[in-house]
């Protein structure tokens, strides 16, 4: 059974750029959450969706994050225009359950941004 | 707010060597306690929980076990492998309020075991 898919697995780009990130969930889990992984800041949830409405989307820096889950096997994280602080690995992780309820979070392999 | 701290690496050992990561945590409430690994270019994938206080998670040779009185929750395994090479991370999860999803991170460690 598939885990988590994201792609890029990597991605170069420069400052200014629109960049788009993919995830597609296990099938079946209705619970989506992007993270960003830094050595700075750890890791830090950006924006929780559940049966693909955003719940949670307090972690999103700035204008310039955004996230959309059009159904239950696809979500993006759009930067634009992207910064070379935004340099990053962003996970996307899925579990099933209600919003407000926990149950374990499956992570994909993550995307290596660089910003130059 | 919720936090988490677990000790920094690099840890470097050699192979049968004993481990102990340190984690301790400050939230409200019971939350619960987590501990996540993550091998090289891959995601985190969750190695042993536990939910309330005494309680002792374990999974492929590690525990840890959940102590309030020193809000500790300190992974440990007897004698580590090459294969154990790979970065921890301790997590806790808030059982109040409306965010019982959310997962609260510390930095993690890099674990590093030699033959």
């Known amino acids: 059974d598939a885990g988590v898919i994201q792609s890029p697995r990597h991605e170069v780009t420069e400052m200014g750029q629109e960049v788009t990130l993919r995830c597609k969930p296990i099938?079946?889990?209705?619970?989506l959450f992007w993270y960003r992984q830094t050595m700075m800041r750890g890791l830090e949830l950006l924006i929780y969706?559940?049966?693909?409405?955003?719940?949670?989307d307090s972690g999103m820096p700035e204008d310039r994050f955004s996230a959309k889950m059009p159904n239950a096997s696809f979500s993006t994280l759009k930067i634009q225009p992207s910064e070379p602080r935004d340099s990053a690995v962003y996970f996307c992780?899925?579990?099933?359950?209600?919003?407000?309820?926990?149950?374990?979070?499956?992570f994909g392999p993550g995307t290596r941004l660089t910003v130059l | 707010g919720d936090s988490v701290t677990q000790m920094e690496g690099p840890v470097t050992l050699s192979e049968e060597a004993f481990l102990t990561i340190n984690c301790t945590y400050t939230?409200?409430?019971?939350?619960?306690l987590f501990w996540y690994v993550q091998y090289p270019g891959e995601g985190l994938q969750l190695l042993l929980k536990?939910?309330?206080?005494?309680d002792k998670g374990s999974n492929k040779g590690f525990e840890a076990t959940y102590r309030k009185e020193t809000t500790s929750f300190h992974l440990e395994k007897g004698s580590v492998q090459v294969s154990d090479s790979a970065v921890y991370f301790c997590?806790?999860?808030?059982?109040?309020?409306?965010?019982?999803?959310?997962?609260?991170f510390g930095k993690g460690t890099l674990l590093t075991v030699n033959p």
């Open positions: 969706f559940n049966n693909n409405v955003p719940i949670d």
């Open positions: 099938s079946g889990h209705n619970s």
């Open positions: 536990a939910t309330k206080a005494d």
């Open positions: 939230a409200t409430g019971y939350p619960s």
């Open positions: 992780a899925s579990s099933t359950g209600t919003s407000g309820s926990y149950n374990e979070q499956f």
């Open positions: 997590a806790l999860r808030s059982n109040s309020g409306g965010s019982n999803y959310k997962l609260t």
